[in-house]
């Protein structure tokens, strides 16, 4: 299942109990998850077209009125496009508009680089005030929906494109920020769609005999206690659906803790291809058993962090 579209219908069943919720969507509600409220509540619905600053601008006066608004579209157009209107309507005039970006991260399918976004965590987490949410599962999805109809804030939720198995989740409850296994002196930190892949390549790195603890972050504004449940960690590697700089690998290095960091994600000149999921992630090094080989030669290599 795609995570935009488990939002959505969510969202729509969060609807019939709550009356100010309102949804705008950029001519995208097939395909970023708004279809299902717009079909659910249509009176509430509106339809704003390919105008993602108008959007933004709209669903900031509608927030000033009492009401609930969440701005639906992909990433790539919402982020950039209408920076301006979120860096002022919503961080700065603190009004309680929830943007929900599909199709984030560096993996766009046929779409190309026009369509992905993999550096939109860079300009989210530079703003104050913005709540940033990348959930990894609908259990995470569902946590984020709950928490922000309950208590409306300016926010960013970010899905990826590729679909989620809806059945087999990431480990434990959902929650903020967890970890999905015991934790260890070696500790693979990711966030939404990447920490699918943490996992799977700290299995790989324990049938190599190297014992790895993967970290989840399912909101990275506000952080939370990322850095004590780092503290005393002898070796971080951050995996992320976005750029090496700017998304979670950045806010790890804020920390200042002393045990080194390695970010791994797409290169900072990554915009984005055309591709099969598993052609792009194998090309820079994404998949499973590359990071888990990146990881265990980094490891037994003292000079490298």
Same mark, same amino acid.
């Given at each position: ?12 069943e ?23 409220? %717009? ?25 000033? &009125?009492?009401l609930?608004p ?5 990433a ?21 508009v929830?943007? !929900? +970006? ?41 946590l984020? !929906?709950?928490?922000?109809?309950a ?10 494109? @590729? ?28 966030? +939404? ?20 603890? !993967? ?30 700089? +700017? ?10 803790? %002393? %045990?080194? !960091? ?25 998949? %499973? ?7 265990? &030669?980094?490891?037994?290599?003292? @000079?490298?962090?």
């Amino acid at each position: 299942m795609k995570l935009a579209d488990h939002c959505g219908r969510l969202l729509a069943e969060h609807g019939d109990h709550a009356p100010r919720l309102r949804v705008l969507d950029g001519d995208l509600a097939d395909s970023d998850g708004a279809i299902h409220f %717009a079909t659910r509540h249509p009176a509430r619905f509106l339809m704003g077209g390919i105008a993602e600053q108008n959007l933004v601008s709209v669903a900031a006066g509608m927030a000033d &009125t009492g009401l609930a608004p969440w701005v639906f579209s992909f990433a790539a157009f919402l982020c950039f496009r209408a920076y301006d209107q979120i860096r002022v309507c919503l961080s700065q005039a603190r009004q309680p508009v929830v943007l !929900v +970006g599909s199709h984030a991260g560096g993996l766009s399918g046929r779409n190309g680089k026009s369509h992905a976004a993999p550096n939109d965590l860079a300009l989210l987490l530079s703003l104050p005030g913005v709540q940033v949410w990348a959930p990894g599962d609908c259990a995470d999805t569902a946590l984020a !929906v709950r928490t922000l109809v309950a208590d409306p804030a300016p926010a960013y939720l970010r899905f990826p494109r @590729t679909p989620i198995d809806e059945v087999h989740g990431l480990p434990g409850q959902p929650a903020p920020l967890r970890w999905l296994t015991p934790r260890r002196p070696l500790a693979l930190v990711s966030t +939404g769609l990447a920490s699918h892949w943490a996992l799977a390549a700290a299995q790989l790195l324990a049938a190599w005999g190297l014992e790895a603890s !993967v970290l989840h972050c399912a909101r990275l504004a506000p952080l939370g206690a990322l850095g004590e449940e780092l503290r005393g960690v002898r070796r971080i590697f951050v995996i992320e659906d976005h750029c090496t700089f +700017g998304g979670l690998g950045s806010l790890v290095h804020g920390l200042g803790l %002393a %045990a080194p !960091v390695q970010v791994l994600g797409w290169p900072r000149d990554y915009c984005g291809q055309s591709g099969k999921d598993e052609e792009l992630l194998t090309a820079y090094g994404l998949t %499973a058993p590359l990071l888990a080989q990146t990881i265990r &030669t980094a490891v037994a290599d003292p @000079t490298r962090s």
